[in-house]
Nanobody, 119 residues
Framework: QVQLAESGGGLVRPGESLRVSCVAS????????MRWYRQGPGNQRELVAG???????NYADFVKGRFTISRDNTKNTVTLQMNNLEPEDTAVYYC?????????????WGQGTQVTVSS
Protein backbone atom coordinates (compact mmCIF):
# COMPACT_ATOMS: atom_id res chain seq x y z
CA GLN A 1 0.00 0.00 0.00
CA VAL A 2 1.07 3.54 -0.76
CA GLN A 3 -0.44 6.65 0.78
CA LEU A 4 -0.23 10.02 -0.95
CA ALA A 5 -0.71 13.41 0.65
CA GLU A 6 -0.95 16.59 -1.43
CA SER A 7 -0.38 20.09 -0.19
CA GLY A 8 0.15 23.59 -1.50
CA GLY A 9 -3.14 24.43 -3.14
CA GLY A 10 -4.79 27.78 -2.70
CA LEU A 11 -6.25 30.89 -4.29
CA VAL A 12 -4.13 32.93 -6.68
CA ARG A 13 -4.73 35.61 -9.28
CA PRO A 14 -4.29 35.05 -13.03
CA GLY A 15 -0.64 35.20 -14.01
CA GLU A 16 0.61 34.18 -10.58
CA SER A 17 2.42 31.00 -9.60
CA LEU A 18 1.72 28.16 -7.22
CA ARG A 19 3.49 24.98 -6.23
CA VAL A 20 1.73 21.80 -5.19
CA SER A 21 3.54 18.89 -3.62
CA CYS A 22 2.80 15.25 -2.91
CA VAL A 23 4.50 13.09 -0.32
CA ALA A 24 4.32 9.33 -0.58
CA SER A 25 4.50 6.92 2.34
CA UNK A 26 4.14 3.19 2.82
CA UNK A 27 5.59 0.82 0.22
CA UNK A 28 7.38 3.61 -1.63
CA UNK A 29 9.99 1.25 -3.02
CA UNK A 30 7.30 -0.05 -5.40
CA UNK A 31 6.58 3.38 -6.95
CA UNK A 32 7.44 3.76 -10.61
CA UNK A 33 5.75 6.66 -12.39
CA MET A 34 4.10 9.56 -10.58
CA ARG A 35 1.57 11.86 -12.16
CA TRP A 36 -0.57 14.89 -11.49
CA TYR A 37 -4.16 14.92 -12.63
CA ARG A 38 -6.80 17.57 -12.23
CA GLN A 39 -10.56 17.77 -12.25
CA GLY A 40 -12.25 21.09 -12.82
CA PRO A 41 -15.90 21.89 -12.11
CA GLY A 42 -18.09 19.80 -14.36
CA ASN A 43 -15.11 18.21 -16.08
CA GLN A 44 -13.60 14.76 -16.17
CA ARG A 45 -10.31 14.10 -14.46
CA GLU A 46 -7.44 14.76 -16.86
CA LEU A 47 -3.72 14.15 -16.90
CA VAL A 48 -1.59 17.23 -16.31
CA ALA A 49 1.95 15.87 -16.12
CA GLY A 50 3.89 12.72 -15.37
CA UNK A 51 7.41 11.72 -14.41
CA UNK A 52 9.03 8.31 -14.55
CA UNK A 53 11.29 6.82 -11.92
CA UNK A 54 14.19 7.84 -14.12
CA UNK A 55 13.04 11.43 -14.43
CA UNK A 56 11.48 11.38 -17.88
CA UNK A 57 8.61 13.86 -18.03
CA ASN A 58 5.51 14.36 -20.11
CA TYR A 59 2.95 17.16 -20.13
CA ALA A 60 -0.52 17.85 -21.38
CA ASP A 61 -0.49 20.35 -24.22
CA PHE A 62 -2.47 22.88 -22.21
CA VAL A 63 0.31 23.24 -19.60
CA LYS A 64 3.45 22.97 -21.71
CA GLY A 65 5.81 25.81 -21.00
CA ARG A 66 3.90 26.85 -17.86
CA PHE A 67 4.06 23.84 -15.52
CA THR A 68 7.07 21.81 -14.42
CA ILE A 69 6.95 18.45 -12.69
CA SER A 70 9.86 17.26 -10.59
CA ARG A 71 10.59 14.41 -8.28
CA ASP A 72 12.85 13.70 -5.31
CA ASN A 73 13.11 9.98 -4.83
CA THR A 74 15.08 10.37 -1.60
CA LYS A 75 12.15 12.23 -0.05
CA ASN A 76 9.41 10.36 -1.92
CA THR A 77 7.97 13.61 -3.18
CA VAL A 78 6.69 14.90 -6.47
CA THR A 79 6.13 18.58 -7.09
CA LEU A 80 4.22 20.53 -9.69
CA GLN A 81 5.39 24.09 -10.21
CA MET A 82 2.64 26.06 -11.92
CA ASN A 83 3.46 29.42 -13.48
CA ASN A 84 1.34 31.93 -15.35
CA LEU A 85 -1.83 30.39 -14.01
CA GLU A 86 -5.10 30.95 -15.82
CA PRO A 87 -8.69 30.76 -14.56
CA GLU A 88 -9.05 27.59 -16.63
CA ASP A 89 -6.47 25.94 -14.38
CA THR A 90 -8.94 26.03 -11.51
CA ALA A 91 -9.41 22.46 -10.38
CA VAL A 92 -8.72 19.90 -7.70
CA TYR A 93 -5.23 18.57 -8.35
CA TYR A 94 -4.60 14.91 -7.58
CA CYS A 95 -1.35 13.05 -7.14
CA UNK A 96 -1.16 9.53 -8.57
CA UNK A 97 1.46 6.84 -8.03
CA UNK A 98 1.90 3.87 -10.32
CA UNK A 99 3.34 0.99 -8.34
CA UNK A 100 4.74 -2.34 -9.39
CA UNK A 101 4.39 -5.41 -7.20
CA UNK A 102 6.18 -8.20 -8.99
CA UNK A 103 4.47 -8.18 -12.38
CA UNK A 104 1.25 -6.47 -11.25
CA UNK A 105 0.70 -2.72 -11.49
CA UNK A 106 -1.41 -0.84 -8.95
CA UNK A 107 -2.40 2.80 -8.84
CA UNK A 108 -2.92 5.00 -5.80
CA TRP A 109 -4.53 8.42 -5.53
CA GLY A 110 -4.14 11.24 -3.09
CA GLN A 111 -7.10 13.11 -1.67
CA GLY A 112 -6.54 16.16 -3.86
CA THR A 113 -5.74 19.80 -3.27
CA GLN A 114 -7.83 22.71 -4.52
CA VAL A 115 -6.27 25.28 -6.83
CA THR A 116 -8.37 28.32 -7.62
CA VAL A 117 -7.29 31.00 -10.08
CA SER A 118 -9.46 34.07 -9.91
CA SER A 119 -9.15 37.83 -9.93
Amino acid sequence: QVQLAESGGGLVRPGESLRVSCVASGSTVTIRAMRWYRQGPGNQRELVAGISSGGRTNYADFVKGRFTISRDNTKNTVTLQMNNLEPEDTAVYYCYAECLYGSVTYGYWGQGTQVTVSS
